[in-house]
């Protein structure tokens, strides 16, 4: 069975959101100013929906998907 | 020119008799044969084709009645002890087929059941994963990630038709809500249900809706201003974790 295409979107280096569907893969709901600190990754390694990912920068200024787990719940 | 006399054809006749005289004994020795090869081919008198005729035949028979090892005779065999049910499966089947199939009664009260309103639909949505949730041919409704709203739109509405609607969050203690005229006519945008957008391809965001607080309980409503023969939507959106999967209930009246 092939795998549903997931879009996920980055805002400051962490997922702001993901979506199954291209046409809401994009910043139209995003302040303007904040657009240039986005970018949008298709099909990261290892996320299914459930996890977090943040972007991580290494020594050469690459940005790489890192998959982590959601921390326990917390009261607001 | 044909130059054969009657004085020749006599000749011909009396060589004729003269060859079949001289050759009596030939001839009965040939229709002899003759009548021991009809015999032969015709089985009613010894022959290596009549034994051997026999012989496959009894070897045929054999195999057939299974008196005679064969492949045939093996595969029966083995498969001989395949067929049957047990007692206890032959009772599981009788007391399945009291079980399966329904009345035609009963097809036509699920179906009428089926169409019947309110109908629901219910789902759990990641918080943060955007996209269509929702479409009937009338309206679609997407959940929208970056603000954290429902949204809706409009696919099969009269040009002059209003839809009213709004929004109900309960969070904690705290309540807001509103509740207006929404749009008119069909959309060429998503809307909210939370400002009037009249324009086709308005879609004006008021943020003091977005769904971003823990333990809430939202509750949604799409309504027709003044139109007898449209739908009516009430969704409510229960969250636990605002970072968590929430329950999304769309409940439809009438079409």
């Given at each position: ?76 | ?15 004729l008799?003269?060859l079949t005289t001289s050759h009596a004994s030939s001839i009965s020795t040939i229709n002899s044969s003759i009548t021991t090869i009809n015999n032969k081919l015709s089985g009613s008198s010894s022959s290596g084709l009549k034994t051997l005729t026999t012989t496959n035949l009894n070897g045929i028979n054999g195999i057939l009645n299974h008196t005679t090892d064969s492949n045939l005779k ?182």
């Amino acid at each position: 069975m092939s795998e549903v295409d997931k879009w996920l979107i980055f805002l400051n280096d962490e997922l702001l959101f993901w979506t199954e569907q291209e046409e809401f893969a994009n910043y139209n709901d995003i302040k303007e100013e904040d657009r240039p600190n986005c970018l949008t990754l298709k099909n990261v390694a290892g996320f299914t929906g459930p996890q977090l990912v943040r972007l991580i920068t290494d020594a050469s200024g690459n940005k790489t998907p890192e998959v982590y787990e959601r921390p326990p719940p917390q009261l607001d | 020119m044909n130059t054969h006399s009657v004085n020749d054809d006599e000749t011909d006749i009396d060589a004729l008799e003269t060859l079949t005289t001289s050759h009596a004994s030939s001839i009965s020795t040939i229709n002899s044969s003759i009548t021991t090869i009809n015999n032969k081919l015709s089985g009613s008198s010894s022959s290596g084709l009549k034994t051997l005729t026999t012989t496959n035949l009894n070897g045929i028979n054999g195999i057939l009645n299974h008196t005679t090892d064969s492949n045939l005779k093996a595969f029966v065999d083995a498969n001989s002890a395949k067929t049957g049910i047990t007692s206890v499966q032959s009772n599981n089947i009788l007391n399945n087929n009291d079980k399966i199939g329904i009345t035609l009664s009963q097809i036509s009260a699920i179906s009428a059941n089926t169409n019947r309103y309110p109908q629901f639909t219910n789902l759990k949505r990641l918080y943060n994963q955007d996209g269509d949730i929702y479409n009937d041919g009338k309206i679609k409704f997407r959940w929208n990630s970056t603000y954290r709203q429902l949204m809706f739109y409009v696919l099969d509405i009269g040009a002059s038709e209003y839809l009213t609607g709004g929004v109900v969050k309960n969070e904690g203690s705290t309540r807001t809500a509103v509740h207006t005229y929404l749009t008119q006519g069909e959309s060429t945008a998503y809307k909210y249900f939370t400002t009037p957008q009249t324009g086709a391809s308005q879609s004006i965001v008021n943020s003091t809706f977005n769904l971003t607080t823990s333990y809430s309980r939202i509750e949604y409503f799409l309504h027709p201003y003044n139109e007898f023969a449209y739908p009516s939507y009430r969704i409510t959106i229960l969250i636990g974790s605002s970072s968590g999967y929430h329950q999304i209930s769309i409940k439809k009246f009438s079409d």
